[in-house]
Protein backbone atom coordinates (compact mmCIF):
# COMPACT_ATOMS: atom_id res chain seq x y z
CA UNK A 1 0.00 0.00 0.00
CA UNK A 2 2.89 2.52 0.70
CA UNK A 3 4.47 1.60 -2.51
CA UNK A 4 7.16 -0.70 -4.21
CA UNK A 5 9.96 1.74 -3.52
CA UNK A 6 9.36 0.66 0.20
CA UNK A 7 9.09 -2.50 0.11
CA UNK A 8 12.55 -2.99 -1.62
CA UNK A 9 13.75 -0.96 0.82
CA UNK A 10 12.17 -3.17 3.43
CA UNK A 11 13.53 -6.01 1.63
CA UNK A 12 17.17 -4.37 1.45
CA UNK A 13 17.19 -3.69 5.34
CA UNK A 14 15.82 -6.46 6.74
CA UNK A 15 17.11 -6.33 10.21
CA UNK A 16 16.84 -2.18 10.45
CA UNK A 17 12.98 -2.73 9.64
CA UNK A 18 12.49 -5.52 12.12
CA UNK A 19 14.13 -3.25 14.88
CA UNK A 20 12.34 -0.22 14.35
CA UNK A 21 8.98 -2.25 14.01
CA UNK A 22 9.33 -4.10 17.67
CA UNK A 23 10.80 -0.60 18.82
CA UNK A 24 7.36 0.89 17.55
CA UNK A 25 5.21 -1.85 18.53
CA UNK A 26 6.16 -1.65 22.28
CA UNK A 27 6.85 2.08 22.95
CA UNK A 28 3.51 2.74 21.11
CA UNK A 29 1.80 0.04 22.91
CA UNK A 30 3.00 1.42 26.27
CA UNK A 31 2.78 4.85 25.51
CA UNK A 32 -0.80 4.39 24.57
CA UNK A 33 -2.10 2.11 27.20
CA UNK A 34 -4.00 4.67 29.17
CA UNK A 35 -4.87 6.96 26.25
CA UNK A 36 -6.65 4.88 23.31
CA UNK A 37 -8.98 2.50 25.57
CA UNK A 38 -12.56 4.03 24.89
CA UNK A 39 -14.93 4.54 28.33
CA UNK A 40 -11.84 4.59 30.41
CA UNK A 41 -10.21 7.69 32.42
CA UNK A 42 -7.80 9.58 30.06
CA UNK A 43 -8.99 8.20 26.99
CA UNK A 44 -8.39 10.90 23.68
CA UNK A 45 -9.19 10.67 20.35
CA UNK A 46 -5.89 12.16 19.19
CA UNK A 47 -3.50 9.45 21.11
CA UNK A 48 -6.00 6.89 19.35
CA UNK A 49 -5.20 8.47 15.70
CA UNK A 50 -1.35 8.52 16.42
CA UNK A 51 -1.33 4.66 17.48
CA UNK A 52 -3.24 3.69 14.32
CA UNK A 53 -1.00 5.76 12.27
CA UNK A 54 2.19 3.83 13.99
CA UNK A 55 0.22 0.61 13.77
CA UNK A 56 -0.46 1.29 10.00
CA UNK A 57 3.37 1.49 9.16
CA UNK A 58 4.21 -0.95 10.98
CA UNK A 59 1.80 -3.55 9.56
CA UNK A 60 3.40 -2.42 5.82
CA UNK A 61 6.73 -2.88 7.38
CA UNK A 62 5.50 -6.47 7.95
CA UNK A 63 4.42 -7.03 4.98
CA UNK A 64 8.09 -6.54 3.41
CA UNK A 65 9.06 -8.68 6.21
CA UNK A 66 7.42 -11.43 6.06
CA UNK A 67 4.41 -11.56 2.87
CA UNK A 68 2.27 -14.59 3.30
CA UNK A 69 2.79 -15.46 7.19
CA UNK A 70 -0.32 -13.57 9.40
CA UNK A 71 -0.07 -16.08 11.91
CA UNK A 72 3.62 -15.25 12.79
CA UNK A 73 2.48 -11.42 12.64
CA UNK A 74 -0.17 -11.91 15.19
CA UNK A 75 1.79 -13.47 17.54
CA UNK A 76 4.49 -11.12 17.28
CA UNK A 77 2.26 -8.17 17.30
CA UNK A 78 0.55 -9.66 20.36
CA UNK A 79 3.60 -10.47 22.08
CA UNK A 80 5.33 -7.10 21.72
CA UNK A 81 2.26 -5.05 22.72
CA UNK A 82 1.83 -7.58 26.00
CA UNK A 83 5.58 -6.53 26.43
CA UNK A 84 4.85 -2.31 26.12
CA UNK A 85 2.11 -2.74 28.19
CA UNK A 86 3.47 -5.22 30.87
CA UNK A 87 6.21 -2.09 30.92
CA UNK A 88 4.41 0.51 31.56
CA UNK A 89 2.50 -1.18 34.21
CA UNK A 90 5.65 -2.15 35.98
CA UNK A 91 7.04 1.72 35.78
CA UNK A 92 3.98 2.89 37.23
CA UNK A 93 3.17 0.63 39.85
CA UNK A 94 0.83 1.84 42.29
CA UNK A 95 -0.13 4.95 40.23
CA UNK A 96 -3.79 5.84 41.34
CA UNK A 97 -4.20 6.72 37.33
CA UNK A 98 -3.53 3.40 36.87
CA UNK A 99 -6.30 1.58 38.89
CA UNK A 100 -9.09 1.08 36.49
CA UNK A 101 -6.51 0.18 33.53
CA UNK A 102 -5.62 -3.17 35.98
CA UNK A 103 -9.09 -4.53 35.16
CA UNK A 104 -8.89 -8.45 34.03
CA UNK A 105 -10.58 -7.58 31.21
CA UNK A 106 -8.59 -4.57 29.99
CA UNK A 107 -5.08 -6.46 30.75
CA UNK A 108 -5.61 -9.54 28.76
CA UNK A 109 -7.71 -7.99 25.96
CA UNK A 110 -5.42 -4.40 25.26
CA UNK A 111 -2.67 -6.86 23.37
CA UNK A 112 -5.44 -8.63 21.77
CA UNK A 113 -6.84 -5.68 20.04
CA UNK A 114 -3.88 -4.53 19.15
CA UNK A 115 -2.54 -7.99 17.35
CA UNK A 116 -6.21 -7.88 15.91
CA UNK A 117 -5.21 -4.40 14.41
CA UNK A 118 -2.14 -5.15 13.05
CA UNK A 119 -3.37 -8.37 11.51
CA UNK A 120 -6.52 -6.41 9.68
CA UNK A 121 -4.29 -3.40 8.39
CA UNK A 122 -1.65 -5.81 7.45
CA UNK A 123 -4.51 -8.23 5.42
CA UNK A 124 -5.95 -4.83 3.79
CA UNK A 125 -2.95 -3.54 2.92
CA UNK A 126 -1.54 -6.49 1.63
CA UNK A 127 -5.14 -7.10 -0.14
CA UNK A 128 -5.00 -3.61 -1.95
CA UNK A 129 -1.09 -3.55 -2.81
CA UNK A 130 -1.27 -3.56 -6.79
CA UNK A 131 2.74 -3.06 -7.18
CA UNK A 132 3.52 -6.80 -5.83
Not at 18 to 36: D, W
Request: proline share 3%; aromatic share 18%.
Amino acid sequence: MLGDNFYRQVQEKRLSFLVMSIIAIVFTASITFTFVIPGLKGFEWSFLFIALLFYFVVANIFIGLFKGRPLLIFIVSLLLSALGMGWRLWLEWGEFSLVEHTNPIVLISYPFIIAIIILLIYYLSSKFNLTR
